[in-house]
């Protein structure tokens, strides 16, 4: 067995197979919401001391290693409380991945794109595809066409937003490091 000390022990060698089944967020993976569900995610796993199994800062060992039983076990917790995150039709779509480091990365590569074109493409699809039902008025139609469009205004408003909010946070923490650095700069 590994000490406690080794990287795969990071909640200490403690059996958490009861805390499978938890949520580790309220939030749920629809596909449309993947920025601030990974923000959410993100914090949780780090909270946990899990976030490595996800970004791969915790390496798989070989599989003859003595501390790959534990670091199994303990991926398959974070892929689990992952699948307990998103919406069962996304679930169906990444259920067979091995480990949370692939579930992680398929995940983003689907739906975290920054200018999330997938998603804008499917609200302008459901626009293009809206026609007047014979009850409906004009009015009405005209209404709902309006909806869906200050909906895609909205969503692409947001997008640029937390990009901006992401950008200004990157450059904080650049300035706070040099900063920090005492660098003497010239201008």
């Excluded at 804008?120 to 293009?128: G, P, R």
Aim: proline share 3%; net charge neutral; aromatic share 12%.
């Amino acid at each position: 067995m590994a000490n406690s000390s080794s990287i795969v022990y990071v909640d200490g060698g403690k059996n958490n197979s009861h805390e499978a089944s938890n949520k580790r967020t309220s939030f749920v993976l629809t596909g449309q919401n993947y920025l601030p569900w990974s923000q959410a995610v993100t914090i949780a796993l780090r909270g946990c001391s899990k976030l490595g199994y996800v970004n791969g800062n915790i390496p798989t060992p070989v599989v003859d290693d003595s501390q790959y039983v534990d670091w199994e076990a303990n991926d398959n917790l974070v892929m689990t409380w992952l699948f307990n995150s998103m919406d069962p039709a996304i679930y169906e779509i990444f259920a067979y991945s091995e480990t949370s480091t692939e579930l992680w990365n398929s995940l983003k590569n689907m739906y975290g794109h920054d200018d999330n074109s997938s998603l804008i493409f499917e609200i302008q699809q459901k626009i293009s595809n809206m026609t007047q039902t014979p009850d409906q008025s004009f009015t009405e139609h005209f209404g709902n066409l309006k909806k869906k469009g200050m909906s895609l205004t909205s969503i692409i408003l947001l997008l640029l937003l937390w990009k901006n909010i992401l950008n200004v946070k990157s450059k904080t923490k650049f300035f706070n490091y040099l900063l920090a650095s005492n660098l003497n700069m010239r201008m």
